[in-house]
């Protein structure tokens, strides 16, 4: 197979140069420039804001921005903004809101905020003599961070400790030094990995100069120092409850009781196959990566963290559970979500301080609530479809509008179809066959 050239120096070259390159490997220059062109801002200084944002920009990707309205969370509305490709996210999200909305709402209560980095190190010592000199460590490790940890400290955060962790059992000579932290309203990476650098820096030096160690125990290699994305110590529970009567408008000709009881079922089913739980907890994340997206947060952050948490016992498992006790329906989620509403995107990105505004510039505990509901909300939508009428009724909806899009279809071919599919099952070729049936009959 023949291989395509190396390009060398790309990041180096201009935009336009960049767009030339391109061109050389998928096609014709100007139509690549033309469409690139046509994504880009208007506004020179907000497009140079997005360009610096990455390397290598050549354009904008861009994708909805909406808003699930009338989620009342903790007696509190919030019209909660989303971004999306998936079609049905929305619609779910604010159809369990509405309903929520009607029946009491969201409860939700953070119940930590501590997030944590290691330093991973090397040290052929005996154990004893480290424990020896934690002490006389930690209080250099503090001192050595005192400048760069000061605005936090005045926020009420900062280092919350530092934890010597021995793994030598699992790999020679391979300790932690586990730090926590409290960051307050950012998600804290930056603060978190200068840390964690400098108290790598010192604590090398820290060995080496360490007069009354042999010349091994002075040797501490430092293989890397970084924060950790899972964050079981920074989490949020969010839930609703209402009586089973409550529940008899959900489904024609299903009572509360068993709708009640077959959402249970369903429920448990994402407990004990990990098929099921996977995709269950993908529509939990529908939700929540939706609001990380349009608040600036990392939503791959967040996800790995959520994954790890919901894999906790052992066995990778739904992060929800629901229950039904003295005629009471509760629904429950429970996540580590680290979540920023100051620094980093939150700011810098125009829509996401928008989200963040619509949301009345929430603190990051604040946010942990308002996203957890979002997630419960969506899976709430999910599993309701998933028992009573199928999830494809609601999903053909948006996809058959998708495909019309795909197909190119105008306004008055659209209603057609739309009429013609209401009851009828959508596939692509069924709906092409439909637009050019219609098109061939206008001939
Ligand atoms: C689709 O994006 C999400 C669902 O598959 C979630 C679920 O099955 O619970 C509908």
């Known amino acids: 197979m023949k291989r395509k050239a190396i390009i060398s120096g790309f990041s180096k070259l201009s935009r336009e140069e960049k767009m030339e390159k391109m061109a050389e490997l998928t096609g014709s220059a100007e139509r690549i420039k033309s469409q690139l062109d046509s994504f880009r801002l208007k506004n020179k200084e907000q497009q140079d804001l997005l360009d610096e944002i990455s390397e290598n920009t050549l354009s904008n990707f861009y994708l909805p921005f909406g808003v699930a309205p009338n989620f009342l969370i903790n007696e509190k509305l919030y019209h909660i903004p989303m971004v999306t490709e998936e079609s049905s996210v929305i619609a779910a999200a ?180 990990v098929y099921r739980a996977t995709t269950h907890n993908k529509g939990i994340f529908n939700g929540i990566d939706a609001v990380a997206l349009a608040t600036g947060n990392d939503f791959r952050a967040i996800e790995a963290n959520g994954h790890v948490w919901a894999s906790k016992t052992g066995k990778y498992k739904s992060l929800t559970q629901a229950s039904i006790s003295y005629n009471r329906f509760r629904y429950q989620l429970t996540i580590p979500l680290s979540l920023g509403t100051v620094g980093g995107l939150t700011s810098l990105h125009p829509l996401a301080k928008f989200g963040l505004e619509l949301l009345g510039k929430p603190s990051a505990k604040e946010l942990m609530m308002i996203t957890a509901a979002a997630g419960l909300s969506n899976n709430f939508g999910a599993l309701r479809s998933l028992v009573t009428t199928g999830i494809q009724q609601g999903h053909m909806k948006m996809h058959l509008s998708n495909l019309l899009n795909t197909l190119k279809a105008d306004y008055e071919e659209k209603k057609q179809a739309l009429e013609y599919f209401a009851h009828k099952t959508v596939s692509y070729s069924e709906v092409e066959a439909f637009i050019k049936s219609i098109r061939t009959k206008l001939q």
């Open 94 to 273: 604010s159809r369990s809101a509405k309903f929520w909305a009607d029946h009491g709402g969201f409860h939700a209560r953070v119940i930590s905020v501590i997030k944590s980095g290691q330093v991973h190190f090397l040290w052929n010592g005996k154990k004893d003599r480290l424990l020896e000199l934690l002490p006389e460590l930690k209080f250099e490790l503090y001192r050595a961070t005192k400048e760069l940890t000061r605005n936090m400290r005045q926020r009420g955060g900062g280092i919350q400790g530092i934890k010597l962790v021995d793994l030598t059992g699992e790999m020679d000579n391979y300790y932690q030094l586990h730090v926590t932290f409290d960051t307050i309203d950012s998600m804290g990476a930056n603060f978190i990995n200068s840390c964690l650098e400098q108290m790598a820096q010192t604590m090398r030096k820290f060995f080496k100069y360490f007069e009354e160690l042999s010349e091994e125990e002075r040797n501490c290699e430092i293989i890397m120092s970084i924060l950790s994305n899972y964050t079981p110590d920074c989490l949020v529970e969010c839930s609703v409850e209402c009586s089973l009567e409550e529940l008899n408008s959900i489904h024609p000709g299903l009572s509360g009781r068993e709708f009640a009881e077959k959402f249970l079922k369903a429920s448990k089913i994402a407990e004990l196959d």
